[in-house]
């Protein structure tokens, strides 16, 4: 149906791939069919005046259900990582943040005890994008300590650039945007506060020095906390959010997630070679 996100469709999606919802014989039982474990990460920070503080979590949770339903029996889902790393937006009232050392080492026990049980094959499913540096650090740790594992990680708007350029899109956005928002009323429609959106910050040049110059080159890191980049919290204008636009990137990153995955079980588990197990805890 067209606009109707997945929760409006079901609500009783999750009860067979949920490991939090399973009893420990039932996890041994799915483990033996499933050879993945797709691991959300999120966060709990401000979304602007229109999205719930929990708007990265649940779409990571919400992507992870669609993949591993199509992907039935062969995955099933950790419990979710609900706070994130989110120092750049502690200018608004609600927003919680790990330290950087605090959320690596989450994710790496968290993989470390899937291991432990084990699980050789490890996606973290991002929905935070203030998440992607410890991520990548946290997943080096992991390589060099269990390396007859494969782990590999990606959010969801990475996944579709090209559906996302063909929108016309705002010059700037990236947060709180019509490509986030629209995914959200896709996924968890709950979220969004529709009377509450507005256009936030959606040129460089409205943005003052310090920003502009931050947003200058892609390839210069210059960040900038977000209660400096606009008042509401707001990159990019999220009034021009649409359900539809939404679906039109959760499916084609579903098609590009699941073909990945599909080819990632089955790879060969790499040699573990002199490994003695965990160095770095």
Known sequence: ????????????????????????????????????????LGSCEQHGRGMALQ?????????????????????????????????????????????????????????????????????????????????????????????????????ISALVPDVISQEGVSELRGHSCEVETSQALYLAPELVRKESLVRGTDRRADLDAAGRLSRMHSAIHFPQPYHRLDPNGALGDATAASADFGERQVSAALDRLTSFLEQFIALPLPDSGSASGPRSL
């Open 1 to 40: 149906m067209q606009g109707v996100g997945p929760q409006q469709q079901s609500r009783t999606r999750g009860s067979g791939y949920l490991l939090a919802e399973m009893t420990w014989p039932e996890v041994e039982a799915a483990r033996e069919a499933a050879p993945l474990v797709i691991v959300p």
């Open 55 to 155: 708007t990265d979590t649940v779409r990571a949770v919400e992507m992870a259900k669609l993949v591993a339903e199509r992907m039935a029996p062969q995955a099933v889902i950790a419990p979710e990582t609900t706070v994130g790393l989110s120092e750049h937006h502690m200018g608004f009232p609600g927003t919680i943040t790990l330290t950087p050392q605090t959320l690596q080492q989450v994710i790496y026990e968290i993989v470390h005890s899937l291991y432990r049980h084990g699980w050789r094959k490890v996606f973290l499913l991002n929905g935070h994008g203030g998440n992607n540096a410890v991520v990548d650090i946290a997943s080096i740790r992991i390589r060099t300590d269990f390396p007859d594992m494969h782990l590999a990680s990606s959010g």
